[in-house]
T-cell receptor, first 114, second 117 residues
Framework: AQSVTQLGSHVSVSEGALVLLRCNYSSSVPPYLFWYVQYPNQGLQLLLKYTTGATLVKGINGFEAEFKKSETSFHLTKPSAHMSDAAEYFCAVIAYNQGGKLIFGQGTELSVKP | GAVVSQHPSRVICKSGTSVKIECRSLDFQATTMFWYRQFPKKSLMLMATSNEGSKATYEQGVEKDKFLINHASLTLSTLTVTSAHPEDSSFYIC?????????????FGPGTRLTVL
């Protein structure tokens, strides 16, 4: 069965600092992995996804993530945080043996200090 | 492309009444739609999966008679919360998947905030 673990329910960084949000997955088959962002009282917006091919994936708003099979990780990074990056971030994996539904991590709230 | 809408965005109702939430795929045909519930500061909890023209598949612990799901067309799914009570107050989010998407990406709606008084 597939699962996702996000380390740290809350991360706080200063504006301009590096953002690192951690995600580890468990999957018995090659995973399809996603990072979503959610702003207050809104739905989820796809930041980036890994399916196959290049392990370094670039997304919107300057975010990127690297798929590391040996570490079963898919951490999200951004070189320089902006105030507008403050939001909730979810890592997710597709569960192929469960009708292709998304399995979400617990979420990480990112705060950006001026 | 791949836009999903929800209506209403916010609804307040009295305890005991029923509320219907619509989820529409605006520019693609959604063979599968998903309904999630999200509590404050929590992750999304999948409630059910609906395939167009067939009965929804509910997750364990979700009352199918309380949360009625209909997916009558390739662009519309509805969630009806029957005899709503204050504990049903939550943020409900739908997502839709197009049949031809190779990696099963889901596109999410903006959510509906339900408050039951």
């Amino acid at each position: 069965a597939q699962s996702v673990t996000q380390l740290g329910s809350h991360v706080s960084v200063s504006e301009g600092a590096l953002v690192l949000l951690r995600c580890n997955y468990s999957s018995s088959v090659p995973p399809y992995l996603f990072w979503y962002v959610q702003y207050p009282n809104q739905g989820l917006q796809l930041l980036l996804k890994y399916t196959t091919g290049a392990t370094l994936v670039k997304g919107i708003n300057g975010f990127e993530a690297e798929f590391k099979k040996s570490e079963t990780s898919f951490h999200l990074t951004k070189p320089s945080a902006h105030m507008s990056d403050a939001a909730e971030y979810f890592c997710a994996v597709i569960a192929y043996n469960q009708g292709g539904k998304l399995i979400f991590g617990q979420g990480t709230e990112l705060s950006v200090k001026p | 492309g791949a836009v999903v809408s929800q209506h209403p965005s916010r609804v307040i109702c009295k305890s005991g009444t029923s509320v219907k939430i619509e989820c529409r795929s605006l520019d693609f045909q959604a063979t599968t739609m998903f309904w999630y519930r999200q509590f404050p500061k929590k992750s999304l909890m999948l409630m059910a999966t609906s395939n167009e023209g067939s009965k929804a598949t509910y997750e364990q612990g979700v009352e199918k008679d309380k949360f009625l799901i209909n997916h009558a067309s390739l662009t519309l799914s509805t969630l009806t919360v029957t005899s709503a009570h204050p504990e049903d107050s939550s943020f409900y989010i739908c997502s839709a998947r197009e049949w031809k998407t190779p990696y099963n990406e889901q596109f999410f709606g903006p959510g509906t905030r339900l408050t039951v008084l």
